[in-house]
């Protein structure tokens, strides 16, 4: 059975950075397409970034040039790299792993998450 696992989050101010990570188990991890992804309160799950098995990334518009997604198959991890928060940027981050790059549909039970919260 698969794992995810996300830590990282915690309290930063508008303007600052932050790295969440996710450690995987269970799986081969080298050919998954994976994704994270947010939630904020009152409001739906949505996929932030995606980064296929040959290193191919993909974000939406309000986390362009503000949110890099790496991974490293060695260590079966995969990182969101966070900068100029913002407080809109609040939520429970998770990651998972995706069917394919052309769907935000996942293959995996979610984790706890990783909670995120952007205020002065």
């Known amino acids: 059975q698969v794992q995810l696992v996300e830590s990282g989050g915690g309290l930063v101010q508008p303007g600052g950075s932050l790295r969440l990570s996710c450690v995987a188990s269970?799986?081969?991890?080298?050919?998954?397409?994976l994704g994270w992804y947010r939630q904020a309160p009152g409001k739906q799950r949505e996929l932030v970034a995606r980064i296929s098995s040959g290193g191919m990334t993909n974000y939406i518009d309000s986390v362009k040039d503000r949110f890099i997604i790496s991974r490293d198959n060695a260590k079966f991890t995969v990182f969101l790299y966070m900068n100029r928060l913002k407080p809109e940027d609040t939520a429970v981050y998770y990651c998972?792993?995706?069917?394919?790059?052309?769907?935000?549909?996942?293959?995996?039970?979610w984790g706890q998450g990783t909670l995120v919260t952007v205020s002065s």
């Open positions: 269970g799986t081969t991890f080298t050919i998954d397409t």
């Open positions: 998972n792993r995706l069917v394919n790059f052309q769907t935000t549909s996942v293959l995996d039970a």
